[in-house]
């Protein structure tokens, strides 16, 4: 009888458990690369402001194609996912930004569906709202999948079965099924996916943004509905973002120097690179690692998460002579040499452990706690912010509409695993990418939700601190000014010239969810060209905030803390008690939510959710 309640919220899954075959689909050949096309068509959900196109679609890069010049084996298929959406106003005259999350391994359609994207999916997850607060007010907004084997981006469309265990760790287990397909339940979900093989994805942020390099030059230039007046190209990248975001604009500065040069590769058109944007991002692991100690014992919101024996054991484990920051460093310097061709013999030798022990050891800490991941302030089961969409993006008329021949990934292991192995988030030189960028001209502008624990904003001050550029001691003595919006004052923002960093009130990691106001604000005034706290004043190269030097006088009320409730395509909102029900059979599920059960708060240690 349960049992049979709980296939209730899987129904429809007797009927087809892969996507539909693509129709309606335009496929064009590249007019500069042999062998590269776009394929596209007008999905018509989710923007439905009327007359607002849409477009979703791959540019598809065959085997071989990054192989020239890098050394880079690539002896797959590069089929990256992209959704366009036209800004609602004068989209011709409209500038393009694109949006980016992290991981590595997590889909940018987080950002569309959950952040600032034209739409959210309803708490039916089949439905959607449109965000009055959607970045492409005024931009138009292009969404990536990358690298390939994320979200809706593949390498080779296979047959699997997302298997989830009673911990609620995933696993991709690959098998044909022939005509006898197992039915899905909450464990086991059937469908098609990249290939789940480690060597075809990229291993690294300087792999990856290779690949972006080569799909922004065909998009860019051969999209036939991107025909831009304004062809100024913004980034914004939130989370493992703070390594993708200037790894990719550096790379893209970089081509743009060699076109002005006489050093690049035929063929390669210069982007008119205007922000760099970063939304609670891992910038620099060695800078911010400090924090995962100190922000759950010293905090805004005077949450006493860590006592006064975790941390001192914590700071000792970090600071002492050989531990783990030393070991941290050594790691980084090797990793360093290794990019550069000078051999360390076996370099996990160096780094072995680093992530478990240094890294991890205050996030275990952390998740023994019952405080939420992206939101110190919410429970560790935290409902927010809700995951509707994994419900939306395994509808059958959702695949259709967007043309795709695979399910959707939200995180991707293969791309963990390889960005794990190859050590990508020690791997330095990304505050230095930033600083080349400021350098170059391009606008960088950060903002940290002051909730959020897994890239939080006490971190993120100290990398925007510490970006080595030639103005950089104007940015430090530039004062914190409050960030002034329709709704009030929503957080402090230190500005200078092109640069600047702000601390978001009551927020999360994912700031346009838990603040819209606030981000779209910092967007668009970044855009074009106004300060970032009032938005009133045109930007000067020597234009500086005043105001205190530090925000830590500013102290927040907690929020209510939101009660559980299982979404079981979550399993981390659900808790161990609860989940083994869910896998037992033994709840009733209503729209993918459990709709009785207890709360409860184990002693477990969690599952580490993705950045
Ligand atoms: C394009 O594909 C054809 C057929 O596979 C191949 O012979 C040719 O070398 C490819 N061209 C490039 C530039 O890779
Ligand atoms: C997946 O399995 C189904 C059912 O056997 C089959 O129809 C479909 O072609 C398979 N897809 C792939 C990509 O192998
Ligand atoms: C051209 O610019 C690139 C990118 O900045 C640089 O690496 C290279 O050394 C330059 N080459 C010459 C000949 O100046
Ligand atoms: C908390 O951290 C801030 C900023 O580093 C510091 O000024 C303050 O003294 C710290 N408070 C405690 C109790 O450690
Ligand atoms: C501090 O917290 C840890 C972890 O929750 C706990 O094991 C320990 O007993 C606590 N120590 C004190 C002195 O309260
Ligand atoms: C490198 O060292 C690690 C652990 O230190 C070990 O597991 C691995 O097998 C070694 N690899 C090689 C190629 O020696
Ligand atoms: C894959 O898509 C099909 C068709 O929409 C759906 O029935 C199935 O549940 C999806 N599988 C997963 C794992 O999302
Ligand atoms: C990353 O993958 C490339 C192949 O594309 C390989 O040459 C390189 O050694 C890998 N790097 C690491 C650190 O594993
Ligand atoms: C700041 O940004 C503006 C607008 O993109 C640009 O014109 C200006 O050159 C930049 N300033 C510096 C110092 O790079
Ligand atoms: C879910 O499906 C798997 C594989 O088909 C099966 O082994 C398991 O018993 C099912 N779970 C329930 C609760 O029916």
Redesign the pocket.
């Known amino acids: 009888m349960l049992a049979g309640l709980v296939l209730a919220g899987f129904l429809g899954l007797t009927v087809a458990q892969?996507p539909p075959e693509p129709e309606g689909v335009t496929v064009i050949k590249s007019k500069l690369h042999e062998n590269v096309t776009i394929s596209f068509k007008e999905p018509g959900i989710c923007e439905t402001t009327p007359g607002v196109r849409s477009y979703s679609g791959y540019v598809h890069l065959p085997p071989g194609f990054l192989d020239e010049g890098t050394g880079e084996v690539q002896d797959y298929p590069i089929n990256t996912f992209f959704w366009f959406f036209e800004s609602r106003k004068d989209p011709s005259n409209a500038p393009l930004a694109i949006w980016l999350n992290g991981g590595p391994g997590s889909s940018s359609i987080m950002g569309l569906l959950e952040e600032m994207g034209p739409c959210s999916v309803a708490s039916d997850s089949k439905t959607t709202i449109l965000n009055e607060w959607s970045w492409n007010n005024e931009v138009n907004l292009l969404f990536l999948d990358q690298p390939t084997q994320v979200g809706f981006s593949y390498d080779v469309?296979?047959?699997a079965t997302i298997v989830t265990d009673e911990d609620g760790n995933r696993k991709f287990v690959l098998g044909?099924?022939?005509?006898d397909?197992p039915q899905s339940n909450a464990t086991h979900r059937v469908g098609?996916f990249g290939s789940q093989k480690l060597a075809q994805t990229a291993n690294s942020t300087a792999y990856a943004a290779h690949a972006i390099w080569h799909f922004a030059q065909t998009w860019l230039f051969e999209f036939p509905h991107y025909k831009p007046e304004d062809n100024r190209v913004s980034l914004w990248a939130e989370s493992y973002g703070g390594h993708y975001g200037p790894g990719i604009f550096e790379l893209f500065q970089q081509q743009n120097d060699k076109i002005k040069n006489g050093t690049a590769e035929e063929g390669a058109q210069y982007l008119h690179l205007d922000t760099l944007g970063i939304v609670n991002g891992l910038i620099d692991l060695v800078l911010q690692e400090e924090t995962y100690i100190t922000l759950p014992y010293n905090n805004t919101y005077g949450l006493q998460i860590f006592n006064q024996s975790t941390y001192d054991e914590l700071m000792y484990d970090w600071s002492r002579p050989g531990g783990c920051r030393d070991r941290m460093v050594a790691c980084r310097a090797a990793v360093k040499d290794r990019d550069s061709g000078i051999s360390h013999g076996n370099i996990s030798d160096i780094c072995e452990g680093i992530a478990l022990e240094c890294s991890d050891g205050p996030i275990t800490h952390f998740h023994r706690e019952n405080h939420g991941w992206y939101d110190i302030a919410h429970g560790k089961y935290d409902p927010t912010p809700a995951k509707h969409m994994l419900g939306y993006l395994s509808e059958e008329s959702v695949l259709a509409a967007l043309g795709v021949p695979v399910n959707f990934t939200s995180s991707s292991p293969a791309v963990a695993k390889q960005f794990r192995e190859s050590h990508d988030h020690v791997h330095g030189g990304f505050l230095d990418a930033i600083g080349y960028l400021l350098d170059s001209g391009v606008k960088v502008h950060m903002m940290y939700g002051d909730r959020d624990y897994a890239c939080n904003w006490v971190g993120g001050e100290k990398a925007s601190l510490a970006i080595p550029y030639s103005r950089i001691s104007d940015f430090a003595e530039a004062g914190y000014t409050p960030l002034q919006t329709s709704e009030g004052v929503d957080g402090m923002t230190r500005q200078f010239g092109n640069y600047s960093f702000t601390r978001v009130y009551q927020s999360g990691h994912e700031v346009p969810a838990y603040q819209p106001v606030a981000a779209y604000e910092i967007f668009m005034r970044a855009t074009f060209n106004k300060d970032i706290a009032t938005g009133l004043v045109d930007v000067s190269d020597d234009f500086q905030t005043p105001g205190p030097s530090d925000t830590w006088h500013i102290k927040n009320v907690p929020p209510v803390v939101p009660a559980q409730k299982c979404y079981v395509l979550d399993p981390g909102t659900c808790g161990p008690e609860i989940w083994a029900k869910v896998a037992r059979g033994e709840v009733t599920v209503k729209d993918y939510y459990v709709v009785e059960g207890t709360n409860e708060a184990g002693e477990e240690v969690f599952e580490r959710v993705e950045l």
């Open positions: 892969f469309p296979t047959n044909e099924f022939g005509t397909v098609t």
